[in-house]
């Protein structure tokens, strides 16, 4: 069954320093989301992806933050500069190829741990 | 604003018994999509089941159920013949459709005990 990864599954860094954290979504799907979730509390939306562009964000997606696909199998987020509050499970999901929020698949998720 | 509330932090239920996760939500859209996930303890978040809004009949997917009020805006899951296997945090969610996200409740950690 197909499903959707995530590398790595846990990464740690210092404050201040950029990281890139990986996904390969699932390969006829469309759409392409990151959420957060710190521990302890719900799962919270970053952005959404279609057509090599982003479709919404949230407020938490700030300029520290971006997303890219660079080769047509890999979806990236990128925090430039990482803060303590950065400390959270980000997973990526994916959907489609029909109607975009028909159903979302997700990753197991990369723990990321900023010191 | 959307939002999803689910108001039981914690339950509990003895295996083979029947539980169900209670979850409302307010929204002023008319089509929209309802979700439950599940999250284990690995913290992969796996869907257990959906529900069109415009679809009067209650989804159900071998053991989970869902009682759909669109009115009462509630949509709640029910676990039959709980399993030890089913222990772990479930999470409501919407999606508006032309929002393009998913907007999650808080959880409801689930305890299954032998």
């Known amino acids: 069954e197909p499903e959707v990864t995530q590398t790595p599954s846990h990464q740690v860094t210092q404050m201040g320093q950029e990281v890139i954290l990986r996904c390969v979504p699932i390969s006829n799907h469309l759409y392409f989301y990151w959420y957060r979730q710190i521990l302890g509390q719900k799962v919270e939306f970053l952005v959404s992806?279609?057509?090599?562009?982003?479709?919404?964000k949230s407020e938490i997606f700030d300029d520290q933050f971006s997303v890219e696909r660079p080769d047509g199998s890999n979806f990236t987020l990128k925090i430039r500069s990482t803060k303590l509050e950065d400390s959270a499970m980000y997973f990526c999901?994916?959907?489609?190829?029909?109607?975009?929020?028909?159903?979302?698949?997700f990753g197991p998720g990369t723990r990321l741990t900023v010191t | 604003a959307q939002t999803v509330t689910q108001s039981q932090p914690e339950m509990s239920v003895q295996e083979a018994e029947t539980v169900t996760l209670s979850c409302t939500y307010d929204?002023?859209?008319?089509?929209?999509?309802l979700f439950w996930y599940k999250q284990p303890p690995s913290r992969q978040m796996i869907l257990v089941i959906r529900q069109e809004a415009y679809k009067q009949q209650n989804a159900t997917e071998n053991r989970f159920s869902v009682n759909f009020q669109k009115a009462a805006k509630s949509f709640s899951l029910k676990i039959s013949d709980s399993q030890l296997g089913d222990t772990a945090m479930y999470f409501c969610?919407?999606?508006?459709?032309?929002?393009?996200?998913?907007?999650f409740g808080t959880g409801t950690l689930l305890a299954v005990q032998p």
């Open positions: 999901a994916s959907g489609g190829p029909g109607q975009a929020t028909y159903e979302q698949y």
């Open positions: 992806f279609y057509n090599n562009e982003i479709s919404e």
């Open positions: 969610a919407f999606d508006g459709g032309a929002t393009n996200k998913l907007i």
């Open positions: 929204t002023s859209e008319s089509n929209y999509y």
